[in-house]
């Protein structure tokens, strides 16, 4: 079953990037995403079934602009910090709690921290902490430094994959 | 028209990606420089390409494009990632300046 998505979905990308349609570019591909999903078919996460529901990918829509705003925002800050002839930065590494808990969920947050504003995942622990990198320490307090950092992804995080 | 939107997006996309160099240049240590470089990369070469794909409006280029943006989105992270914490686990310091290191506080137990 899973070999059977990941080959519907090799051959899919197989299929944009080519954007032809003769005999020997569809042959081609099949052989290539029939290799490819036999060799790499575990990097599917084990939960991937479950994604396959209107309401997930609802929230999964409307986290993109929500995502690109934010990224949008982190830019200008990164921009301002490094033009800035002083250049306003105090950095230093925080530790963060998620309740996030599948694989997924956790890698997207992971993800979505490290390009949004002043915030790079360095490592995660195995009972949901995270490290960050945070060019503008606002604040060194486990809690504190969630709020100001996960919160406002998780909330859709565990929409998307919980 | 939809040329004027592409090429704007080309243009305030190198913008980004000039700015995150810079930045990439004048910050003190691997941590903050890699800060600047995902973002601004990342961000600068998302809209190089979907202006890419807006001037070229169908066809085999715009799906490049477009697969290629969403590819940056997933691996620029996840590469920035691997490189914080091999440069932290092969030791380069903080930058004097820091203020707090919870990293080093607690993992070297």
């Known amino acids: ?12 990308i197989w299929m944009l990037l080519t954007w032809q349609t003769s005999v020997q570019v569809i042959i081609a591909g099949l052989i290539a995403s029939a290799i490819v ?3 790499f078919h575990e990097i599917l996460p084990a939960e991937h079934l479950v994604f396959i529901s209107p309401v997930r990918m609802f929230w999964a829509l409307v986290y993109v602009p929500v995502f690109f705003y934010y990224m949008i925002k ?25 309740n996030l808990k599948t694989q997924s969920g956790i890698t997207a947050l992971a993800n979505s921290i490290t390009l949004t504003p002043g915030t790079l995942t360095v490592d995660l622990t195995d009972d949901g902490f ?3 990198h945070w060019i503008n320490v606002k604040s060194d307090d486990i809690e504190q430094a969630t709020e ?15 | ?19 995150g160099c810079i930045g990439l240049v004048r910050f003190p240590d691997v941590y903050n420089r890699l800060q600047a470089s995902t973002k601004c990369v990342t961000l600068g070469t998302i809209l190089l390409l979907v202006g890419v794909a807006i001037v070229s409006a169908s066809g085999p280029m715009a799906a490049k494009a477009i697969i290629c943006a969403v590819f940056i989105l ?12 091999g440069a932290y686990a092969s030791g380069v ?4 300046d820091s203020v707090v290191d919870k990293y080093a506080e607690e993992e070297r137990d």
């Open chain 1, 148 to 162: 100001f950092i996960a919160q406002r992804f998780e909330w859709f995080l565990k929409k998307i994959f919980e």
């Open chain 1, 1 to 12: 079953m899973r070999r059977l998505i990941y080959f519907v979905l090799a051959f899919i």
């Open chain 2, 1 to 19: 028209m939809t040329d004027f939107i592409g090429y704007t997006l080309v243009i305030i996309g190198i913008l980004f990606d000039i700015f």
């Open chain 2, 74 to 85: 997933l691996t620029s992270p996840t590469a920035a990632h691997a490189i914080a914490k």
């Open chain 1, 74 to 98: 982190a830019n200008f800050d990164v921009v301002y910090r490094a033009l800035h002839p002083k250049m306003p930065i105090k950095p230093g590494i925080v530790k963060i709690k998620t």
């Open chain 1, 130 to 132: 995270l490290y960050i």
């Open chain 2, 93 to 96: 310091q903080l930058w004097k």
């Open chain 1, 37 to 39: 999903s036999l060799l």
